[in-house]
Nanobody
Framework: QVQLLESGGGLVQAGGSLRLSCAAS????????MAWYRQAPGKEREFVAAISWIGGSTYYTDSVKGRFTISRDNAKNTATLQMNSLKPDDTAVYYC?????????????????WGKGTLVTVSS
């Protein structure tokens, strides 16, 4: 069973940076694509970024392009989301997810495993 554990959330002022990490069990991490989703209060969970299991492909939702960077370290079984130039609209619970179908990484129903989330709050 895959276990995903997010860390790195917190409170930051607008324009600041945070780095989220997701630690996964070794067996499944290296065979799954990794993604970050977020859910703001009163809103649906939305896709943020994804990286293929080999790491050669990445994809971002338009609102974070140029500000967020997703990466993975297969030797350490971790995925990270570097978030720069944060805005109040980025405030949400951020979830790490893993799944085997690249065509489905933007669809929360297409991801097979989820962490419990970490809260990011951006103050204005």
């Amino acid at each position: 069973q895959v276990q995903l554990l997010e860390s790195g959330g917190g409170l930051v002022q607008a324009g600041g940076s945070l780095r989220l990490s997701c630690a996964a069990s070794r067996h499944t991490f290296t065979s799954n694509h990794m993604a970050w989703y977020r859910q703001a209060p009163g809103k649906e969970r939305e896709f943020v970024a994804a990286i293929s299991w080999i790491g050669g492909s990445t994809y971002y939702t338009d609102s974070v392009k140029g500000r967020f960077t997703i990466s993975r370290d297969n030797a350490k079984n971790t995925a990270t989301l570097q978030m720069n130039s944060l805005k109040p609209d980025d405030t949400a619970v951020y979830y790490c997810a893993a799944g085997g179908r690249w065509s489905m990484v933007m669809n929360p129903n297409g991801m097979d495993y989820w962490g419990k989330g970490t809260l990011v709050t951006v103050s204005s």
